[in-house]
DNA sequence: ATGGTCGGTCCCCGA
């Protein structure tokens, strides 16, 4: 059997609830991450996405932030519904849940990194902080030997290869070197970035600014990633960036990645 | 072309 699952950044699930609706039934993911929701919890309008079969948790918050996962299996556990370590941090950007698939369990998790601009400054300091607790959570994820996949906006361009133009996006937070050697060091533990597994491919994007026709001029970067535990690795069959999502009306400015597994 | 666009609200801020 396969289990597919996708990362979105919808920037608003009231504002997208059409268009998320759309996207679930043409592209039928088993689980879907969902951030930037930007509603709390019980204002999250989960009746409708349960019609199409979906246990739906979520972590909100008003107006910012926000994660949540959809899922047409059982949902398990909610094992985190917030990074350890963050006392003073009540932003809600984090969401970890066991699923059911037929293979056995497969943790999946939603996530929305701070953007830490304007850089340097004390949102870089709290984006890198929070880059630190994930990676402190990717590490004892590992230990356990399941197949993890970490799905979410990273808000970071981890190559050049990942956006239009390297020189319009220097010193930004999403490109400095604390940020993208912060992602690197989760690969480094031993999570492959599923879109890399695939060779070759490079200046395909995930997000497009609304501002200065950035779709229509193909000005994109590359920040949505599912990171994947070897026991995830191994059973990648193939990962799509769904980019035709972003020319749609009402659109939000990231579109959906969705890896396929044999799991 | 030093602008441009969204979403949620606080008529500005975050992205």
């Known amino acids: 059997m396969t289990l597919s699952v996708a990362s979105w950044n919808v920037n608003s699930i009231k504002a997208r609830l059409p268009t998320v609706l759309d996207w679930l039934k043409d592209a039928r993911p088993d689980v879907a991450c969902l951030q930037e929701i930007t509603t709390v919890a019980a204002a999250f309008p989960a009746m409708e996405l349960e019609d199409l079969g979906s246990n739906v948790k979520t972590v909100g918050q008003k107006s910012y932030n926000g994660v949540a996962i959809l899922s047409r299996l059982p949902?398990?556990?909610?094992?985190?519904?917030?990074?350890?370590?963050?006392?003073?941090?009540?932003?809600?950007?984090?969401v970890e849940a066991v699923i059911s698939a037929d293979s056995g369990p497969v943790r999946v998790a939603s996530i929305y990194l701070p953007n830490g601009n304007p850089a340097p400054g004390p949102k870089f300091d709290y984006n890198i902080a929070w880059r630190k607790r994930l990676h402190a959570r990717a590490?004892?994820?590992l230990a356990l030997e399941e197949a993890v996949i970490l799905a979410g906006d990273y808000n970071v361009i981890p190559r050049d290869a990942d956006v239009h133009d390297p020189a319009a996006w220097e010193g930004d937070a999403l490109t400095r070197p604390e940020s993208r050697d912060a992602f690197a060091a989760i690969k480094w533990l031993g999570y492959a970035d599923a879109f890399e597994q695939v060779d070759g491919r490079a200046h395909q994007y995930t997000f497009w600014d609304y501002q200065a026709g950035a779709?229509?001029?193909?000005?994109?970067?590359?920040?949505?990633?599912?990171?994947?535990?070897?026991?995830?690795?191994?059973?990648?069959?193939?990962?799509?960036?769904?980019?035709?999502v972003r020319g749609r009306e009402k659109a939000s400015d990231h579109v959906p990645v969705m890896g396929v597994f044999d799991l």
């Open 215 to 244: 779709w229509n001029k193909n000005n994109g970067i590359r920040i949505d990633h599912l990171l994947l535990s070897p026991q995830a690795g191994d059973r990648l069959k193939s990962v799509e960036i769904h980019s035709a």
């Open 75 to 94: 949902i398990e556990e909610v094992a985190l519904t917030a990074l350890p370590g963050g006392e003073d941090d009540d932003q809600a950007r984090y």
């Open 139 to 141: 590490a004892q994820l």
